[in-house]
């Protein structure tokens, strides 16, 4: 079974910056995806960017231009730069890996809070 642990969430002021990142450990196995998700109060859960296998990737149009995804394979890490922060990009940001079979696994979330 895959772990996947985030870390990097904080408080910080609109148009600051945050990095998150997501380790994954354990059984990690084959990988289609990698991607972050996130949860604002009240609302459901969306995608924010992921990473497909061969290089693609997708963002959510409201983060688009402001956040990047990457992948460093060899500490088996994705990461989220986030700049430019807006108070509507508060919630709880998920790592999320989907294997071949398309299954997902989900980590415990980390929490971002952008003050205006």
């Known amino acids: 079974q895959v772990q996947l642990v985030e870390s990097g969430g904080g408080l910080v002021q609109a148009g600051g910056s945050l990095r998150l990142s997501c380790v994954a450990s354990?059984?990690?196995?084959?990988?289609?995806?990698m991607g972050w998700y996130r949860q604002a109060p009240g609302k459901q859960r969306e995608l924010v960017a992921d990473?497909?296998?061969?290089?693609?990737?997708n963002y959510a149009d409201s983060v688009k231009g402001r956040f990047t995804i990457s992948r460093d394979n060899a500490k088996n890490t994705v990461y989220l730069q986030m700049n430019s922060l807006k108070p509507e990009d508060t919630g709880v940001y998920y790592c999320?890996?989907?294997?071949?079979?398309?299954?997902?696994?989900w980590g415990q979330g980390t929490q971002v809070t952008v003050s205006s």
């Open positions: 999320r890996k989907t294997d071949t079979y398309y299954r997902s696994y």
């Open positions: 990473t497909i296998v061969g290089g693609i990737t």
């Open positions: 354990g059984s990690i196995g084959s990988i289609y995806a």
